[in-house]
């Protein structure tokens, strides 16, 4: 039986292993047949690689948090539509390197927004889409910092470890609230451990899912 395309999510602050753990599962789905897209948010549109730059940059400012909200719902918006919504009807399966759970952690949790307003405006503007599963690689503060050079930081890691602290905590909140759909992996693991761990439970998944690989695991040769 034929698994549909689903929507896989990686969430966690910077220096989690995101976007290691999101290119090794891509290449993992595909050499069991399946086809993937990769995305990144805020990015993968001409709109989305804009504000990304422009929402990243050290020197940026906005005058509220609901700015930075804003600005990535519209990213969020045109990913969906331009390329997600696209990909899940052609067949293919989707992995994003961040959703609408990082603007709940950092513009809710991190930046002190009303999480309940940005869920109800989230259900507005996207028609409440979510990820079919979301893997949540958490680290402290303390880890992400030792794991991304000082010359590379973004203007978020430059607001500290006492913000990233809040994020981690309301990714957690979160994980604990959507328990059926988060699988929570410690992000200080060695990468082929967090693998591992991941396939495992990718398994699982197919079966929630309701079908079963057929298909020769070629990840290993």
């Known amino acids: 039986m034929k698994i549909q395309p689903k929507v896989i999510?990686?969430?966690?602050?910077?220096?989690?292993?995101?976007?290691?753990?999101?290119?090794?599962?891509?290449?993992y789905l595909e050499s069991i047949n399946f086809d993937v897209v990769l995305l990144r948010e805020p990015g993968s549109t001409?709109?989305?690689?804009?504000?990304?730059?422009?929402?990243?940059?050290?020197?940026?400012?906005?005058a509220s948090p609901w700015t930075d909200?804003?600005?990535?719902?519209?990213?969020?918006?045109?990913?969906?539509?331009?390329?997600?919504?696209p990909a899940l009807e052609s067949g293919k399966w989707v992995i994003l390197d961040r959703f609408q759970d990082?603007?709940?952690?950092?513009?809710g949790?991190?930046?002190g927004l009303n999480v309940d307003e940005l869920e109800i405006i989230y259900r507005i503007v996207a028609d409440d889409f979510v990820p079919d599963w979301t893997i949540l690689?958490?680290?402290?503060?303390?880890?992400?910092m030792s794991r991304i050079p000082d010359s590379v930081r973004t203007r978020w890691e430059r607001l500290g470890e006492t913000f990233l602290e809040r994020v981690r905590k309301g990714?957690?909140?979160?994980?604990?609230?959507?328990?059926?759909r988060f699988t929570v992996i410690d992000g200080t693991k060695p990468l082929e451990e967090v693998q591992n761990l991941i396939?495992?439970?990718?398994?699982?998944r197919f079966k929630q899912w309701g079908s079963l690989i057929q298909s020769t695991d070629r990840s290993d040769q």
């Open 199 to 204: 396939r495992e439970e990718l398994l699982k």
């Open 9 to 27: 999510s990686l969430e966690g602050i910077d220096g989690s292993g995101k976007s290691s753990v999101a290119n090794w599962l891509k290449h």
């Open 137 to 144: 690689l958490d680290c402290s503060p303390e880890v992400s």
């Open 69 to 85: 909200a804003l600005l990535f719902y519209a990213a969020r918006l045109e990913n969906i539509l331009r390329n997600i919504k």
């Open 171 to 180: 990714y957690l909140s979160l994980a604990s609230k959507h328990s059926d």
């Open 109 to 111: 949790y991190g930046q």
């Open 102 to 107: 990082a603007t709940i952690a950092y513009q």
């Open 46 to 62: 001409p709109l989305g690689e804009n504000l990304r730059a422009l929402l990243l940059k050290e020197s940026f400012r906005t």
